[in-house]
Nanobody, 121 residues
């Protein structure tokens, strides 16, 4: 079973940048597609971005496309989310998870504790 620990969140000004990390335990990390999700207060958890097992393809929600970049380093068992030009509406708790390899949208692993991102205007 893969366990996930998110980090890198914090307070950032709109228009700045922030990089989130998700460290995974387990030797099978490189076999899985991975995704980032976020949950704002009072809202459901939403898909943000996903990446194939080898990093060859990436997928983004329309609201972050062109601003956020997902990447991974299988040697370090880590997936990243580079957040550029963040907006106040990006404020949320961010989570990573394993995603399906068909639509790259559906999470099916265990959730970590997440990392809080707050974007000030």
């Amino acid at each position: 079973q893969v366990q996930l620990v998110e980090s890198g969140g914090g307070l950032v000004q709109a228009g700045g940048s922030l990089r989130l990390s998700c460290a995974a335990s387990g030797r099978t990390f490189s076999c899985y597609a991975m995704g980032w999700f976020r949950q704002a207060p009072g809202k459901e958890r939403d898909f943000v971005a996903a990446i194939t097992w080898n990093g060859g393809r990436t997928f983004y929600a329309g609201s972050v496309k062109g601003r956020f970049t997902i990447s991974r380093d299988n040697a370090k068992n880590t997936v990243y989310l580079q957040m550029n030009i963040p907006k106040p509406e990006d404020t949320a708790v961010y989570y990573c998870n394993i995603v399906d390899s068909a639509y790259y949208r559906d999470p099916f692993g265990s959730w970590g504790q997440g990392t809080q991102v707050t974007v000030s205007s």
